[in-house]
């Protein structure tokens, strides 16, 4: 019997284009933010790492929409 792993990617749209992305994998939600080597976390809801990503953009910057790719 073989395991499968669903993985889910999530792109982060600004008004300046893509701010980050979101993956679920088994670990939880996975944020990164664009221009940055490392991870900023992982989240265990959708809506706390779409917080978060928010939360690490220029302050006053209106939340990015989210689409699913």
């Known amino acids: 019997m073989s395991e499968t792993t669903t993985r889910r990617l999530w792109v982060a749209h600004g008004p300046v284009g893509v701010v980050g992305t979101i ?8 944020v990164h ?14 809506e706390i790492a779409k917080n978060a990503l928010h ?5 006053g910057s209106d939340r990015p929409e989210f689409r699913e790719h």
């Open 33 to 46: 933010m664009t221009g940055k080597d490392e991870r900023l976390g992982v989240y265990p809801t959708m």
């Open 55 to 59: 939360a690490h953009m220029k302050p």
């Open 23 to 30: 993956r679920q994998d088994a670990e939880g939600f996975a």
